[in-house]
């Protein structure tokens, strides 16, 4: 909590300006007990009309002072939460942008999401209320006890014994309600987690008919984050009427007390009235001040969530001094290097050496989960290598400053991601000052301009969010023009090939050749006959090196690489060549 507290340091003179309003209108509503009291004794009892009239328009003065500055206060208090709110979104987002994937993996895309959402709009609404509540609470009921132990200090007796009261309640409550906040804000990451899923899983979900099933898992979450949502509020309705038995059986005592008083002529009518004024408003300043103890250990879950993200060290860190850019382009080499997950049993890869020049393609094959993805995404940063050393231009990536080094990599990914925007938008991304005919060329290059062609406005058509207004292999073929804007060093192709027929990849190949000649190229395929011209195939098996060299060599010396060609071409195919 106390960082963020510390987000209120911008606001230091709307907070002065909430003490000042907050005392204003404290002062003039603890005056409204007491005029009122001096209507009773001198006025009604002593027939004062004008009196009564005078006394009249000074109580409304003061109420309306007191809207007035209240007011003002709600408008400051809200201009503050709102700002803080503002401000941790912004610094949320900022930080999880720097996060590799590690730090995804370690939080989830699900529970990032209601950390910046509900979790910041938490601690926003808790800080309106502490705003409001927090400083005219205490001194409205510090100044009533002054006002009603000044009236009579007998009666006030009652006061204190029924807060007491209501205090050990406030305490028991909060008590209870501390842990129920915590778990309600998991839950929640929880329903959001199953809804993303479902989402996201929206095409596999009806191909599937698994409407069903997703149904009860949503429902399972949703019901038990129900259940907690509704202990929380149980012991929440506990608090209201407690609040007002206190309050009632402490009206009752001062009556009870000051009527025997008055008929004893030691304690004055008006006086008993004014009393238990300031019973009601010492109660309801309790009860509101009892609503930021259950509010605030909601607040504090949020602010532990957000001060989490906040405070993740970032396990890919920027070097104190960044090497320069030299002279090389594109080198990349791996040292013996070896990488394993977090809490995974086995390395994903275990000692791997090779290296990629600029002017050649190296081709990266091997089964599913080999480790191919992984090794790729050790190149820009995505993740830094456990053991040994990846450099690019002979420095370790480590060295560079990751703006520098990513600049360098043109990166397609497995899964096409396109964003929504327009398809202009969408490959300018590799390069912002690229103009129409540069992305066109782009667009030419990674064989999409075709369909773009074909679209009404084309390359100002609209792109849904995700991309899923156009075809899987025309995703990937704008994912692979974005690169190409960027014009890199290196250039990554993880699996993009593979939504691509045979012909617009043989085409795509053939394209990128005079393209890419300067640049060093990596290739990660499952299809043999889109690496086999490559200069150098690298061969995983299980996150290790089973064999390197030119597609006749492998063939020639390794037997993961001769069972992978096997299984994709005919006896016919293979003797011819291995053509497809
Ligand atoms: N985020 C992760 N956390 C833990 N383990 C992971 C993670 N990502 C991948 N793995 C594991 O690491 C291994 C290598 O995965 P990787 O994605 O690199 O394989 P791949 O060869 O690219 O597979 P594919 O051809 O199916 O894309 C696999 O065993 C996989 O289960």
């Known amino acids: 909590m106390r960082t963020i507290l510390k987000e209120m340091k911008p606001f230091g003179w709307t907070v002065l300006g909430i003490v000042i309003f907050t005392f204003c209108s404290v002062l003039a509503d603890l005056q409204l007990p007491n005029l009122l009291s001096n209507i009773i004794n001198k006025g009604i009892v002593e027939e004062n009309t004008a009196y009564i009239v005078e006394i009249g328009l000074l109580m409304i003065a003061f109420a309306l002072f007191s809207a007035i500055c209240n007011m003002f206060n709600g408008f400051l208090s809200s201009r503050m939460s709102t700002?803080?709110?503002?401000?941790?979104?912004?610094?949320?987002?900022?930080?999880?942008?720097?996060?590799?994937?590690?730090?995804?993996?370690?939080?989830?895309?699900?529970?990032?999401?209601?950390?910046?959402?509900?979790?910041?709009n938490q601690v926003?609404?808790?800080?309106?209320?502490?705003?409001?509540?927090?400083?005219q609470a205490p001194i409205m009921a510090v100044g009533g006890i002054i006002m009603a132990v000044s009236k009579n200090a007998g009666l006030s007796a009652i006061i204190f014994a029924s807060m007491a009261v209501l205090i050990t309640v406030v305490f028991l409550i909060a008590r209870k309600a501390m842990p129920l906040s915590q778990t309600m804000q998991k839950k929640l990451d929880n329903v959001n987690r199953v809804m993303r899923e479902k989402l996201t899983g929206i095409r596999v979900i009806r191909a599937f008919n698994t409407?069903?099933?997703?149904?009860?898992?949503?429902?399972?979450?949703?019901?038990?984050?129900?259940?907690?949502?509704?202990?929380?509020?149980?012991?929440?309705?506990?608090?209201?009427?407690?609040?007002?038995?206190?309050?009632?059986?402490?009206?009752?005592a001062i009556v009870a007390v000051g009527s025997r008083w008055v008929a004893a002529g030691s304690l004055l009518d008006g006086d008993v009235v004014a009393v238990i004024q300031y019973v009601m408003q010492i109660m309801m300043s309790l009860t509101m001040l009892s609503m930021i103890f259950v509010m605030m250990p909601r607040a504090t879950a949020s602010a532990e969530r957000i001060n989490e993200v906040l405070s993740t060290e970032l396990s890919i860190t920027e070097p104190e001094t960044p090497v320069e850019i030299g002279q090389s382009r594109g080198y990349v080499e791996f040292r013996d290097v070896s990488f394993s997950f977090d809490n995974a049993e086995e390395a994903a890869l275990s000692h791997i050496s090779f290296s990629a020049k600029p002017g050649e393609t190296t081709a990266?094959?091997?089964?599913?989960?080999?480790?191919?993805?992984?090794?790729?995404?050790?190149i820009p940063r995505l993740y830094d290598a456990t053991e040994g050393q990846v450099l690019v231009d002979r420095?370790?990536?480590?060295?560079?400053?990751t703006k520098t080094l990513r600049d360098k990599i043109g990166y397609v990914p497995q899964k096409a991601v396109l964003f929504s925007g327009t398809i202009a938008d969408n490959i300018r991304y590799g390069d912002e000052t690229a103009g129409d005919e540069d992305l066109k060329r782009a667009a030419q290059l990674a064989q999409a301009w075709d369909f773009i062609e074909e679209k009404p406005k084309q390359l100002g058509e609209h792109i849904a969010q995700g991309g899923t207004n156009v075809s899987g292999g025309q995703k990937q073929r704008l994912s692979i023009a974005r690169a190409l804007a960027k014009r890199p060093e290196i250039y990554i192709f993880d699996d993009s090939f593979s939504a691509l027929d045979f012909k617009t990849d043989a085409q795509l190949r053939k394209a990128l050749k005079p393209v890419t000649k300067d640049a060093t190229v990596i290739i990660v395929a499952q299809r043999v006959s889109t690496i086999m011209d490559s200069d150098r195939i690298l061969v995983l098996d299980e996150g290790r090196v089973a064999g390197e060299g030119t597609h006749q060599q492998l063939l020639e010396n390794c037997e993961v690489y001769q069972e992978i060609v096997s299984s994709q071409f005919s006896e016919e195919e293979l003797t011819k060549g291995g053509k497809a």
Do not use: W
């Open 83 to 120: 700002g803080i709110g503002r401000n941790l979104r912004r610094k949320v987002f900022i930080k999880v942008e720097s996060f590799s994937l590690h730090e995804f993996d370690q939080f989830g895309t699900a529970s990032l999401i209601t950390r910046t959402t509900n979790d910041i």
């Open 124 to 135: 926003q609404q808790f800080m309106m209320m502490f705003m409001r509540v927090v400083l």
């Open 364 to 378: 990266i094959i091997g089964s599913t989960g080999s480790g191919k993805t992984t090794l790729v995404n050790l």
């Open 211 to 252: 409407d069903e099933h997703e149904k009860k898992r949503f429902d399972a979450a949703n019901i038990d984050l129900t259940k907690t949502t509704l202990k929380m509020q149980r012991m929440m309705t506990l608090l209201m009427p407690t609040v007002m038995l206190v309050m009632n059986a402490t009206t009752i």
């Open 395 to 401: 420095v370790d990536v480590r060295e560079y400053d």
